[in-house]
């Protein structure tokens, strides 16, 4: 299994004040997307 890479250096997320951070960290799960694919 890959290790995961930290969420906090993409940048819409390192972006988020700490607070929001915080309460946004227990709901995050790593996804892994191929080059090219779209949400």
């Not at 940048?11 to 988020?16: E, G, P, S, T």
């Not at 700490?18 to 309460?23: F, G, I, N, P, V």
């Amino acid at each position: 299994m890959p290790v995961s890479p930290d969420p906090k250096k993409k940048q819409l997320l390192a972006a988020l004040p700490d607070a929001e951070w915080l309460r946004w960290l227990p709901q995050l799960e790593f996804v892994e997307m191929p080059l090219g694919q779209v949400l």
